[in-house]
């Protein structure tokens, strides 16, 4: 079986080897150069990717015009793809049913009657039942197509003719944007005011010089169809123009709607560009009932035609700011809308440019238009005048003209060389009509000859003047900005995206907002297990540990609030209250949740106050205050606060109260002095607060020497001295100390 399947030795078609890496490439860089070239980036001039340009090419055909009636989009879309677009007619009509769809398009090519889809993400009808036309902008695009503008090539099957480009008179890769991955790079151009836009053209004609940071007087920033705020500031909206690439946040728009008697909701009315709204209301209510936003009590959709979306907040102390805040941190209330400006240069090059490359290439294919559609109105003129001089001829010698069309065989042949007539002007001479015999009819062609030979000479001197090229781009430029002037046209030009900043609020206040607050009892075990217990438990014989752990410390604390962990290492730990493992079961290992060395242990954990100091102190009896909110650490590796080298270890925390410490060593020495000898730092080793000759610190406590030193002994008895008491043991930091008092607990620890 195996000898049947080789191919036979000596064939007709014998198998050729192919080097499989070089194959490879040739065919991926064909499949990469066809994806890039005909698929996914836009052409600079026209702004359009292939399967646009034919749709609205189509549409011309078709003679889908403004002003014309519609035509069902199953009719079109079967043009597109039987002609000039061998696709998916599905993605054929996905394509055109984006170009209607005013949310999607800042300034839709496309006029669509039916369903076309909406902002909730809901899909169009079947293209059976939708109609479509092109709109004013579409036609701006096509003006002067069957002029010579542009070039047209081949259609797939070679039946056909399609244009390369359109002539683009409105400006249409920046006023609608564009977006596409290819192979290996990808686009994203945001869309713009067309005004702007149109202005930022005018000031380049002036000066072809002029640097981007003057065209952003022009172009501040994309204009969504949508609507919404940008929140990005000007140094890297200008970078991101400058370079091609970079983003905007854009952030919903939103209003403070008094509801009487001091309650309010949140009514946002404009949503970010490209955010399904049905989505976005589904994920607020997810985190909703995931009690990840607490400030909120209910969301509500009262949208119609506009977006209005209702945010009811849990009480009327909530701050409208910091609810919204919240929202924008979680939600795609506030989105990201990237820049790569990544296009199709002279439809062969593709290549990030910035905003003035864009106008740049934009307006010199317009000039190339002009000069392209000047040539073939020149050439029509003098067809035009040809003919006109030839009948000039005819009503001069009309009777000679008669005769020779009476009475000659081969008239035509008689007449070009009795009046050195043109094969044309003959042609015309015999193809006239009777009654254009009038003398009228004379004196109107004598006209025309004289309208056209001005014509041809203006359009000569033209063709003969680059500053004259310019002014006409500039006058054609100027015509389609009056066309989108926001306060003619308000409805088409005015901005609909506006600039703000975005309010700064403290981040623990945020944070915290989107958190519910509830009390939670932490539990830390001696094996280094943690878990949260809901409510402030007073009981604490009942928890369970796992076989040979014990309770090491247990504290209130809320789920707001941030849980500080200090090591035998001199490292902080943060864990988030809310992240904390549930009561069931005995918690997780804390060492899963921070990066905690294999050679150090937890010396204590406690709630973060921001407002409290610490004292830390190594067992060899040096310690130092810090401010407890220096020593939060935002990363699992922790914060070094406390310099400690082996086998020296940190031992103590203890938070700052009073005006005096009392610490005692292992070796039962008992020393009083003034907490303003320890030095406040942020990080190190700190200061000598007990001398020892061997042994190291016992325990460490602070006071205030007005209410006296007191502590607990084994049987729950309290013991106080005062100043006059604590005579003995007073002194200045570093010193030895003297034996503790006696009563003071054989523990050596001062509770």
């Known amino acids: 079986m195996g000898k049947e399947l080789l191919p036979p030795a000596g064939g007709d078609d014998p198998a050729t080897a192919v080097d499989l890496k070089k194959a490879l490439e040739e065919r991926y860089l064909a499949y990469a150069l066809s994806t890039i070239m005909h698929r996914a980036l836009p052409d600079v001039r026209d702004g359009l990717k292939p399967v646009h340009r034919r749709i609205v090419h189509a549409m011309r055909l078709l003679r889908l015009s403004p002003d014309q009636g519609f035509a069902k989009c199953a009719r079109i879309v079967g043009d597109v793809m039987g002609k000039f677009h061998p696709h998916g007619d599905q993605s054929i009509y996905d394509a055109l049913v984006r170009l209607a769809q005013p949310f999607a398009m800042r300034y839709p090519l496309v006029d669509g009657q039916g369903n076309f889809g909406n902002i909730d993400g809901d899909n169009a009808a079947a293209m059976r039942y939708t109609e479509a036309r092109m709109t004013e902008v579409a036609a701006e695009l096509l003006t002067g197509i069957t002029e010579d503008a542009v070039d047209f090539r081949p259609t797939y099957n070679e039946e056909d003719e399609e244009p390369v480009v359109l002539p683009g008179a409105f400006p249409n890769l920046l006023c609608n944007g564009s977006s596409g991955i290819a192979v290996g790079m990808a686009t994203s151009i945001p869309p713009h005011n067309a005004a702007e836009v149109c202005d930022a053209a005018l000031a380049l004609i002036d000066d072809p010089e002029v640097p981007v940071s003057r065209l952003l007087d022009f172009v501040k920033g994309p204009d969504f169809p949508t609507g919404g705020i940008i929140v990005e500031d000007k140094a890297s909206i200008r970078e991101a123009y400058e370079t091609g690439r970079g983003g905007f946040r854009v952030r919903a728009r939103w209003v403070k709607e008094d509801q009487g008697r001091g309650t309010w909701n949140a009514v946002v009315t404009e949503i970010p560009y490209g955010v399904q709204k049905s989505r976005l209301i589904e994920k607020i209510a997810e985190l909703i009932l995931s009690r990840k936003l607490p400030l909120l009590e209910d969301i509500r959709d009262e949208s119609a035609e506009d977006i209005r979306i209702v945010l009811v907040p849990k009480s009327r102390t909530v701050e409208p700011e ?51 559609r000047s040539r073939h109105r020149l050439g029509e003129i003098e067809k035009r005048l040809e003919v006109l001089a030839g009948y000039l001829i005819a009503y001069l010698n009309i009777d000679e003209v008669i005769r020779i069309i009476r009475e000659e065989d081969e008239p035509k042949t008689v007449l070009m060389a009795r009046f050195e007539l043109t094969d044309t002007q003959a042609e015309a001479i015999l193809n006239m009509r009777l009654r254009a015999l009038r003398k009228l009819e004379e004196f109107e062609i004598r006209k025309e000859f004289d309208r056209l030979t ?32 926001p306060e003619k046209n308000p409805a088409l030009g005015r901005r609909r995206t506006t600039f703000g900043d975005a309010p700064v609020h403290d981040l623990e206040e945020v944070q915290q907002a989107m958190i519910e607050r509830e009390p939670i009892t932490v539990v830390l075990s001696q094996k280094g297990w943690i878990r949260a217990m809901k409510g402030h438990l007073s009981d604490l ?9 014990a309770l090491k410390l247990a504290f209130h604390a809320q789920t707001t609030d941030k849980i500080l962990i200090f090591t035998t290492g001199g490292k902080f730990h943060t864990l988030p209250g809310d992240r904390l493992p549930g009561g069931r079961g005995h918690g997780e290992p804390v060492r899963l949740m921070v990066d905690l060395e294999a050679d150090q242990a937890i010396v204590t954990a406690f ?13 060899g009896g040096n310690g130092f205050i810090v401010a407890e909110k220096e020593v939060v650490a935002n990363t699992r590796k922790g914060k070094q606060v406390m310099n400690v080298k082996t086998p020296d270890e940190a031992k103590l925390c203890v938070a700052v109260t009073g005006d005096h410490a009392a610490i005692v ?15 406040e730092m942020a990080r190190g080793k700190g200061v000598r607060l007990q001398r020892y000759r061997d042994g190291g610190v016992s325990d460490l406590k602070t006071f205030a020497m007005e209410e006296g030193l007191s502590w607990q002994d084994s049987a729950g008895r309290t013991f106080t001295r005062a100043r006059q008491e604590l005579t003995e043991w007073l002194g200045s930091r ?18």
């Open 541 to 549: 014989a009942s928890l369970s540990f796992k076989e040979g752990d």
């Open 322 to 372: 910091l609810l919204m805040e919240s929202l924008f941190r979680l939600t795609d209330l506030e989105a990201r809308f990237p820049l790569n400006m990544n296009v199709l240069s002279r439809g062969k090059v593709p290549g990030v440019l910035s905003l003035k490359q864009v106008l740049r290439e934009w307006l010199d294919h317009r000039r190339e238009v002009l000069v392209r």
């Open 607 to 619: 709630a973060h106050d921001p407002e409290r100091r610490l004292l830390l102190v190594s067992h």
């Open 734 to 751: 570093a010193a030895a100390g003297r034996m503790a008092p006696k009563g003071f607990p054989r523990t050596g620890k001062f509770a």
């Open 454 to 485: 001005e014509e041809k000479a203006q359009i000569e001197a033209l063709l003969g003047s680059t500053d004259k090229q310019w002014k006409t781009v500039r006058w054609e430029v100027a015509k389609v900005r009056e066309t989108f002037d």
């Open 665 to 679: 060593g292992e070796n039962r020495k008992l020393l009083v002095f003034p907490l303003a000898e320890v030095p």
